[in-house]
């Protein structure tokens, strides 16, 4: 299993990735129908994640924590950029 860290806001299980940029975002820990990122290297210290872009795709999809997250707006407000979406 990859390596879970708890969200700082509403305690939920999630995993940081790198994505293809270098950044990491976190993603919920727990694969959801409505995920639209894919995990890969989850079984390392250095996972990666992408967009999924293939609708043929059929393996667990992963939610960012940022879209699910109760508390997601004090994130923006430390990061200060206002609104994401
Ligand atoms: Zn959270």
């Known amino acids: 299993m990859s390596r879970t860290v708890e969200c700082r806001g509403c305690g939920a299980p999630m995993v940081f ?4 940029r270098g950044a990491k975002i976190p993603l919920d ?9 894919v995990l890969e290297n989850e079984d390392t210290s250095n996972p990666t994640t992408y967009r999924m872009t ?5 393996g667990p999809r992963y939610t960012s924590h940022f879209q699910t ?13 206002g609104d994401v979406a």
């Open 17 to 20: 990735a790198r994505t293809g």
């Open 29 to 37: 820990a727990v694969p959801s129908s409505a995920g639209t990122y």
């Open 54 to 58: 293939d609708p043929a795709y059929t």
């Open 69 to 81: 997250c109760p508390k997601a707006s004090d994130f923006s407000k430390k990061r200060g950029s």
